[in-house]
């Protein structure tokens, strides 16, 4: 009897202690499921925004659509507006570190003097062009101190080719003044690119110069060469040497002769003619590739009367209309 009441003893106390785990994992799977249900109601909620959103966003895009297809329009139309017209828009993005054009040209040396004879009509475009880039363009191209010692400003770098290096500026020139008075670094920039003629004093590896800069109207430009006719009829045959050029022709109809390439010093750089011209007449003669060599041969031979020109060239440059009179040494 006693063992059978240990044993039932022993039951109960299992049956207490199995429905009490029973109990706490009743427990905890109940938090669990509720867990997992809060975890359901928050993804439906995110869901639900979700889905706002997306139907927001197709709103949006749906809208933007329109507005594109608008302005595709408006494009187009503006577009077809400037196809009807011949005016060239032109937009600078970027400064032109090397302008494209010759606006300086250096005629040559005499004794202690450097002549340069610069375009204005280039200088004054290229500087419209370029207006809000100017400084920044100088500290690109060009870099300058000042010597404590002599008080000049020198040369530290210069890049080939910039407007400053077409102004004859070379590395290690020392500028000890412009127009008598004082070269300064901070001003030395906007100085050397002013409009009107100038001159500056420089010493180039131990020896001085005076540099003369003549800012002309090459529209109608005289021209002074340091030759005879028996040279200027030399330099005739070798006109080809270096040099491209390509008929000149506008509405089917032949202009003149349109220079293409310079490579190196012939009689046209000694005319300050450039790439890109069209020589249109000399001495009121029509101009082409083939008689071009001719044309100059036999108004050289020709004696001009006294006070007349003695060569008169006529081109365009840039489609404006220029004359160079051009003298021989007697």
Not at 123 to 146: C, G, P, Q, V
Not at 151 to 158: L, Q, S
Not at 187 to 206: C, P, Q
Not at 213 to 227: A, F, K, Y
Request: charged residues 20%; hydrophobic residues 35%.
């Amino acid at each position: 009897m006693k063992n059978t009441s240990g044993i039932i003893m022993i039951c109960v106390l299992s049956l207490i202690t199995a429905t009490g785990f029973l109990a706490v994992r009743h427990n905890r799977l109940d938090q669990q499921v509720l867990a997992l249900e809060a975890s359901v109601y928050q993804q439906q909620s995110q869901n639900e925004r979700l889905v706002e959103q997306i139907g927001s966003l197709r709103q949006e895009i749906v809208s933007y659509q329109g507005a594109l297809s608008q302005a595709s329009e408006k494009l187009g139309a503006i577009s077809s507006q400037i196809q009807s017209t011949n005016d060239t828009i032109r937009l600078v993005a970027t400064p032109e570190y090397v302008p494209t054009v010759k606006i300086y040209q250096t005629l040559g040396q005499e004794k202690n003097e450097i002549r340069v004879v610069g375009d204005r009509a280039a200088l004054n475009s290229w500087k419209k062009s370029n207006d809000m880039y100017l400084e920044h363009i100088a500290r690109k191209t060009f870099h300058a101190k000042h010597e404590p010692a002599t008080g000049a400003v020198v040369i530290e770098d210069i890049v080939p080719n910039s407007i400053y290096y077409q102004l004859g500026l070379r590395f290690g020139d020392k500028i000890t003044a412009i127009n008598s008075r004082p070269a300064k670094v901070a001003t030395l920039w906007n100085d050397l690119l002013t409009s009107e003629s100038k001159f500056f004093d420089i010493t180039r590896e131990g020896k001085k110069y005076t540099y003369t800069i003549s800012i002309e109207d090459t529209r109608r430009q005289n021209v002074d060469l340091p030759l005879t006719r028996a040279q200027f009829l030399n330099d005739v045959k070798g006109i080809y040497l270096g040099l491209t050029t390509s008929p000149a022709v506008r509405n089917g109809n032949l202009m003149g002769v349109k220079i293409d390439t310079i490579t190196q010093e012939n009689l046209l750089t000694k005319f300050s003619l450039q790439p890109n011209d069209i020589i249109t007449k000399i001495n009121d003669q029509d101009v082409n590739q083939d008689r071009l060599q001719q044309i100059l041969t036999a108004n050289a031979l020709d004696e001009a009367p006294t006070g007349q020109t003695e060569l008169r060239i006529e081109y365009l440059r840039q489609n404006q209309p220029a004359t160079i009179n051009v003298g021989f040494n007697k």
